[in-house]
């Protein structure tokens, strides 16, 4: 997963091949909100290796109070969460001013033979 390039105080463009330092890395402020527990921490496992702070949430209370504690630059939001979910969170994100890039993205459990006998 690749996160929008921002921005680099002082260093120009921050995409690959067009910034003076290519060592420069550009970090961002990460929400994940996702009922699926494994989902959600792997995610941010991946993230995190890659240099950005992140934040889980598994329920909408939790995603709020990320939002106004937190104020991810990125937010990525299950659609299918119990509560409110993915879309109504990022209205509320919207709602709050708070300037995320937000995407949400609807998991599908996996379906086995393995998973119908547990």
């Known amino acids: 997963m690749r996160l929008p390039i921002g921005m680099v105080s002082g260093a120009g463009d921050a995409r ?6 290519e060592d420069t890395v550009v970090t961002r402020r990460v929400l ?22 992140v934040r889980v949430a598994h329920d909408d209370p939790q995603a709020l109070a990320a939002v106004a504690s937190f104020k991810p630059e990125v937010a990525l939001l299950d659609i299918g ?24 993205r609807r998991a599908r459990a ?3 033979p393995f998973h119908k006998t547990r």
């Open 81 to 104: 969460m119990p509560g409110l979910n993915g879309y109504e969170v990022a209205q509320k994100i919207r709602e709050a001013d708070v300037e995320a890039t937000v995407k949400t």
């Open 32 to 53: 994940i909100a996702d009922d699926n527990h494994d989902s959600a921490d792997s995610l941010a496992m991946l993230l995190r290796m890659e240099g950005h702070d």
């Open 16 to 21: 690959p091949g067009n910034s003076p330092d």
């Open 110 to 112: 996996l379906r086995s």
